[in-house]
């Protein structure tokens, strides 16, 4: 989502486009179908409640969207404190401890510091209630600047701010990012063996694979091998080789089978279907079959891009 303008001087030009990029999130999420868990409407909107009633107690006369910079509330414990904790620990580390000062039922704490601002930002976070960060449109507290600027740009500013440098895919949070990385996108190991196709002349060429090498966006393939069955017997009838860019090869070959088997079914009401992905559609009628999940990756890895 396009981030919205810096500051309106109009109260109700403000609202209407505050409150109208907040509907477009919500029915962004609500049809979001790449998570396992898809939420409701009704749960989404109730997500995005605070940062309506954010906006609409909002004074101007400047009316700013939330940003990182003006939504997250750093929270500091008083100079006295500061210079308290300070000395006693200085007089803990001169008796060679490095110790945290809070004593609770006669037990100290026994986290060590080499230096006294980290004691103080563990001290804040473990043994008071107030965090170093808090959120201003909803009260979430955080340990760390990084999780409450993430918060912010996700929940109030419908950010995904996690990018998949092989695609467009952006994600709100870096787990998911890590998942459709380590799914979809095929990273071969640096000093695996690579293939390259000139389409001129269809000779192969071979080196050792490295990062530097395929830069660019340069398609990443991998080649598997599936073993057909007759559906009848279970004997094995023969084996053929497929590439990918899937990193499980097991994804691709059910992907594979379906299609097949689609296209099959196609076919046999008389109607032409596109035959591209679907070279085994006479296998399929012959009664054979193969198990995606017998799917066996070659090892070998392939770059379109040379």
């Not at 303008?5 to 999420?29: Q, S, V, W």
């Not at 230096?115 to 209630?129: D, E, I, R, V």
Request: proline share 4%; charged share 25%.
């Amino acid at each position: 989502m396009a981030l919205p303008p810096t500051g309106y001087t109009h109260r109700g030009d403000f609202l209407a486009e505050m409150k109208n990029n907040i509907l477009l999130a919500i029915f962004e999420e609500a049809s979001d179908t790449r998570t396992p868990h898809k939420k409701t409407s009704n749960s989404v909107i109730q997500e995005y409640k605070s940062t309506v009633e954010y906006y609409d107690k909002m004074e101007g006369p400047l009316f700013e969207p939330i940003s990182i910079q003006n939504a997250i509330l750093k929270q500091e414990l008083s100079a006295d404190v500061k210079t308290f904790l300070s000395e006693e620990w200085k007089k803990l580390n001169e008796k060679g401890q490095h110790q945290c000062p809070f004593v609770k039922d006669e037990i100290r704490c026994s986290q060590t510091f080499s230096n006294p601002s980290q004691m103080l930002k563990h001290y804040q976070n473990l043994h008071t209630s107030t965090t170093q960060f808090q959120c201003k449109v909803c009260n979430a507290n955080f340990y760390e600047r990084a999780a409450a600027n993430d918060h912010v740009m996700v929940k109030h500013m419908f950010l995904k701010p996690y990018q998949c440098k092989e695609c467009d895919e952006s994600f709100s949070v870096k787990r998911s990012l890590l998942h459709h990385q380590a799914t979809v996108h095929l990273v071969p190991p640096k000093g695996s063996i690579i293939y390259t196709e000139n389409k001129s002349n269809k000779k192969l060429a071979w080196f050792v694979f490295s990062r530097e090498k395929s830069e660019g966006g340069a398609l990443k393939t991998q080649i598997y091998m599936i073993i057909w069955f007759d559906k009848v017997t279970r004997k094995v009838m023969g084996i053929s080789f497929e590439y990918t860019s899937l990193k499980d090869v097991k994804i691709a070959a059910e992907k594979l089978r379906k299609k097949n088997i689609r296209a099959a079914e196609i076919l046999a009401e008389g109607i032409t279907a596109n035959s591209y992905g679907c070279s085994y559609v006479d296998e399929i009628n012959n009664g054979w079959d193969f198990d995606p999940n017998d799917a066996v990756p070659m090892e070998m890895y392939g770059d379109d891009g040379h």
